[in-house]
């Protein structure tokens, strides 16, 4: 599988050599800008799942409760929705190079003061500066490794960069863990902290977005319009499934992240060490899915099936998967085929979430694609601040710990199933693409103009003929 961007159409003799050199440079800095942003998002996980490596030692030097634990989890996404919006704004205002440096030191900043003896303020304070800064990072990347690659071809790239967030918990928790029994909790801060300066400097040096040119493509976002109403793209059936899908399943990735190695260690009585193993295993799962996932979604869109199934459809049937997968674990006891649906739930959920915002840019055009993707990440952020209050209520207010435990993942899964659904049911970028274009056309040619009837009939309709949905000359496109 070639990451490598489509070719310049032939050049004539003379023109030969500087062409290939050209495009062999810009598909190598494409590549250095997935690893990059791969990473960013590995450092982006790693620092949200360092407090439930950490979770057990805290609570016992700062005398919490589990309810209030969940208070100072969930206070990482009070404002994780404002940057996410912030972010996806600026990310079309601001030159990529210095925005995302900007965003990774202000992380680096929000962790520094974890190093020393804190109280719980400020380790409030610290956790809602991190999720503002941290908020904008999928929508970001997502945005940037889309300015290196045409449509046909984002799945795989995309995808990568997404299992950045199962590869940053993988590493981290064990190493963090190691770092926190060796020495004391504040210790996995201080590594954050460094890892997060370095990854700034090497973006600034090396980081930035693509050529304009890889906005343009082939498929349903091929004849997009430069740009279409705001609330018009967000209201397309494709953008509120893929909203919807990614609010449940974020409620599954909040508790993975913030609850999962507690209960192994709170709820399942495994030790510290043991719970570092196991927490890794469904960020490992989680990491290969993504990129396997991002190869067969490429791979049937390249055999002609629709975005629809390469893209939305599959990403619903991995997210129903592992909702019906976390409620399974959560009736079982303490085993290995247990430790297997935890894998499978914690896993599947998220393993469809690069293809998903691939079908993002099957529907909104290139200049608008971060505003609405920062929007998205702010919408289905929520998710991080329920989940985690609800469990932590849940387990104080149960007869056991384990009982607590229990009926929260079992909430959690059907929530996500639910999410799953609703995905299925709604989005179709192909349909929703021509809708776009149609109302576009409507708005320029006019509601009087026989162009801007048809446009109008379709873009309120969706009207399809044999081929696909009309476009505003009577041609047929689309899916």
């Excluded at 299992?163 to 996995?188: F, N, Q």
């Excluded at 930035?208 to 091929?222: L, V």
Aim: with cysteine; aromatic share 8%.
């Amino acid at each position: 599988m070639s990451l490598v961007i489509d070719a310049s159409p032939e050049p004539g003799p003379e023109h030969v050599s500087a062409p290939r050199d050209d495009d062999a440079r810009t598909s190598r800095r494409a590549l250095a800008t997935v690893a990059l942003l791969c990473c960013l998002l590995l450092v982006n996980y790693a620092d949200k799942a360092v407090m439930g490596i950490v979770g057990v030692d805290m609570i016992d030097e700062l005398g919490l409760t589990k309810a209030e634990f969940g208070k100072v989890q969930s206070s990482f996404f009070l404002l994780f929705a404002v940057g996410a919006v912030l972010g996806g704004v600026l990310i079309g205002k601001i030159r990529a190079r210095w925005l995302l440096g900007a965003v990774a030191l202000l992380w680096a900043v929000s962790l520094a003061p974890l190093i020393g003896t804190v109280g719980v303020g400020v380790v409030v304070a610290c956790r809602v500066l991190l999720g503002f800064a941290e908020g904008p990072a999928t929508a970001m990347a997502t945005a940037v490794v889309h300015t290196w690659f045409p449509p046909d071809k984002r799945a795989v790239p995309t995808s990568i960069v997404i299992a950045g967030a199962g590869v940053g918990p993988l590493i981290a928790s064990p190493l963090l863990t190691e770092l926190m029994l060796r020495y004391d909790w504040h210790a996995p801060f201080a590594a954050l902290f460094a890892v997060g300066i370095a990854w700034c400097a090497l973006w600034v040096i090396f980081g930035d977005s693509g050529p304009e040119k890889a906005g343009d493509g082939h498929g349903a976002a091929a004849a997009l319009p430069e740009t279409g109403p705001f609330w018009r793209l967000m209201g397309t059936g494709t953008v509120l499934g893929l909203v919807a899908m990614f609010f449940t399943t974020y409620w599954s990735v909040a508790v993975k992240v913030t609850w999962l190695t507690v209960y192994l260690r709170d709820g399942l009585g495994y030790t510290a060490r043991e719970a570092g193993v196991l927490n890794a295993l469904p960020y490992l799962a989680a990491a290969v899915l993504q990129v396997l996932v991002g190869v067969v979604s490429a791979r049937m869109t390249r055999r002609g099936v629709s975005s629809r199934s390469a893209r939305c459809l599959f990403a619903a049937g991995l997210a129903g998967a592992g909702g019906l997968s976390t409620i399974g674990f959560a009736q079982l006891d303490r085993g290995p085929v247990q430790i297997a649906l935890m894998v499978g739930g914690a896993s599947l959920a998220s393993a469809g979430y690069g293809i998903g915002l691939a079908a993002v840019s099957d529907v909104v055009p290139a200049k608008q694609r971060g505003a609405v993707m920062g929007v998205i990440v702010a919408v289905f952020s929520m998710g991080g601040v329920i989940a985690p209050l609800l469990l932590g209520g849940l387990v104080d207010s149960a007869a056991t710990a384990a009982q607590g435990y229990a009926d929260g993942f079992t909430v959690v899964g059907t929530v996500v199933v639910c999410g799953a659904v609703v995905a299925a049911l709604l989005c179709d970028p192909e349909r929703d693409a021509a809708k776009v274009r149609a109302f576009v056309s409507w708005e320029a040619t006019g509601p009087g103009t026989p162009a801007g009837q048809d446009a109008g009939v379709d873009s309120g309709t969706g009207v399809r003929d044999g081929a696909g949905v009309r476009d505003d000359a009577g041609q047929s496109s689309g899916g």
